[in-house]
């Protein structure tokens, strides 16, 4: 939702974890291609994230805040750290294939989406969608009421251009 400060791409090349000035760390998987993150981080006391790195063997993630404190995280959340018992392993393993055999299933889709974002993240988003939706609102209303001409529609696409190189 806010201005993304620093990018890292992991060792693997398969995702990308950014540090936002939102407070919050996001991991991307590159095969999602619908923009959600496959993991959010973030603390109460965690200040404006500025640099985000995966280490070396992509077990680890490492960011600096406004804070002037280095937080180091799980690059999976949900894996323990260490060895597995033949147990847990096997049990691991079972809920994964659970998971994959019933993804086609809205509720199962629905967990498996899930995400714990902070009351002040959600409310900024939402008033972030609705400031676009009044801009486009108001800008469609500029166009259908003011003389044949005078206001251009441009697509989203075109706005971003800054400047085009012949």
């Not at 989406?113 to 900024?124: C, F, L, N, V």
Request: charged content about 30%; glycine content about 4%.
């Amino acid at each position: 939702t806010s201005a993304v400060m620093s990018v890292s791409w992991a060792p693997t090349g398969r995702e990308f974890v950014t540090g936002s000035y939102d407070r919050t760390i996001r991991i991307f998987n590159l095969n999602d291609r619908k923009g959600n993150a496959r993991d959010i981080y973030h603390t109460k006391r965690m200040q404006r994230v500025f640099t985000v790195n995966y280490s070396m063997d992509n077990t680890y993630i490492v960011s600096g805040s406004d804070d002037t404190n280095i937080r180091l995280w799980k690059a999976r959340s949900n894996e323990k750290l260490g060895q597995l018992t033949p147990r847990e392993e096997s049990a691991m393993q079972y809920r994964e294939a659970l998971v994959k055999k019933y993804q086609h299933l809205p509720t199962v889709k629905k967990i498996h989406r899930a995400r714990k974002i902070p009351k002040t993240i959600k409310k900024q988003t939402q008033q972030t969608i609705i400031q676009k939706e009044s801009a486009e609102r108001k800008q469609a209303n500029r166009i259908k009421h003011s003389k044949p001409g005078t206001h251009h529609f441009t697509s989203e696409r075109k706005k971003v251009v800054d400047k085009e190189v012949d």
